[in-house]
């Protein structure tokens, strides 16, 4: 079946280190996938997001790349700052039903001054 | 542009008590709705979604129900709330078509005492 895995947080960071958060996909066809933030006591904003093979999402200076051959949508950023402290969903839409997303369980992020 | 607003924010509801969320959509028509709970700290899980008026589809049992009356609103209701119910709803849209995002309201936190 279809299915995200996300790696599991709490993830704790320094100001200004780099930030990686892996995500990796089941589907039959080609998915889009995407990347949500929740920051605390609020709703899921989409972040980013990438719909074929190779296409680099990017906002807010986070990245991710869909990877078919290894079936990975890992999240990163260079420098991470205290306001990127949130949770981080990945997900994925599947070709042809767009009536659910799949979505991984989410990593906490915490970053410290 | 398109704006989802979800109302209360807060809500603190005695056990037997019914509860109705509510949920509109402006600026697009005939968008596919979903309600989603998430349990403190843990991921999200789809209640229920909607593909047009009166179209429910239920995902998992549970003591809640979900109407679409009109085309852009999406309630969720109880007739009788149990401790179980406790958790942050989130009502989200997305356009129809394939592999597309869905764009979130800001939840509602439900306590129930």
């Known amino acids: 079946g279809n299915s995200v895995t996300q790696m599991e947080g709490p993830v704790t960071l320094s100001e200004e280190a780099f930030l990686t958060i892996n995500c990796t996909y089941t589907?039959?066809?080609?998915?889009?996938l995407f990347w949500y933030v929740q920051y605390p006591g609020e709703g899921l904003q989409l972040l980013l997001k990438a719909t074929k093979a190779d296409d680099k999402g990017s906002n807010k200076g986070f990245e991710a790349t869909y990877r078919k051959e290894t079936t990975s949508f890992h999240l990163e950023k260079g420098s991470v700052q205290v306001s990127d402290s949130a949770v981080y969903f990945c997900?994925?839409?599947?070709?042809?039903?767009?009536?659910?997303?799949?979505w991984g369980l989410g990593t906490s992020l915490a970053v410290n001054p | 542009s398109q704006t989802i607003h979800q109302w209360p924010a807060t809500l603190v509801q005695p056990v037997g008590s019914p509860l109705s969320l509510e949920c509109t959509v402006e600026?697009?028509?005939?968008?596919?709705l979903y309600w989603y709970r998430q349990a403190a700290g843990r991921g999200l899980q789809l209640l229920f979604y909607?593909?047009?008026?009166?179209?429910i589809s239920s995902e998992v049992p549970q003591n809640l129900s979900a109407s679409r009356p009109q085309d852009r609103q999406f309630i969720l209701s109880s007739k009788k709330l149990l401790l179980s119910d406790s958790g942050f709803y989130l009502c989200a849209w997305s356009v129809k078509g394939a592999n597309t995002e869905a764009f979130f309201g800001q939840g509602t936190r439900l306590t129930v005492v």
């Open positions: 997900a994925l839409a599947r070709a042809g039903n767009n009536r659910k997303l799949i």
């Open positions: 600026g697009t028509s005939n968008p596919n």
């Open positions: 909607s593909v047009g008026i009166g179209q």
């Open positions: 589907a039959t066809g080609y998915p889009s």
